[in-house]
């Protein structure tokens, strides 16, 4: 089971970071991802993390800003949020899958564990 946390109000520039714990199960040899839904819009890739070896991946539309992280100790993944803008508004869903993959998964039939979802509401 997983659990995402850390979402809010946040201006537009300000920073955040989410969490993603997961319960019942180690994060070892998954592979996690964070996705994204806005308004309207359809979920999305945002950036996913291997996590042995700590392979990071990231959607171009949050290169450069977002960072993906891992704690073994804490069993938990985190997604720094940094110069948001409100087009990030949306509820972020982590997920984990355990099976392999050579390629980084980015479609969300590839995850079959997912968190319930956190609000970034992120003003102008």
């Known amino acids: 089971q997983l659990q995402a946390s850390g979402g809010g109000l946040v201006q537009a520039g300000g920073s955040l970071r989410l969490s993603c714990a997961a319960s019942?199960?180690?994060?070892?040899?998954?592979?996690v991802g964070w996705f994204r839904q806005a308004p309207g819009k359809e979920r999305e890739f945002v950036v996913g993390i291997r996590w042995n070896g700590g392979r990071e991946y990231y959607a171009d539309s949050v290169k450069g800003r977002f960072t993906v992280s891992r704690d073994n100790a804490q069993n938990t993944v985190y997604l720094q949020m940094n110069t948001l803008k409100p087009q990030d508004t949306a509820v972020y869903y982590c997920?984990?899958?355990?099976?392999?993959?050579?390629?980084?998964?980015?479609?969300?039939?590839?995850?079959?564990?997912w968190g319930q979802g956190t609000q970034l509401t992120v003003s102008s």
């Open positions: 019942g199960r180690a994060f070892s040899s998954s592979i």
């Open positions: 997920a984990a899958t355990w099976n392999y993959y050579f390629n980084f998964p980015v479609r969300q039939s590839a995850f079959d564990s």
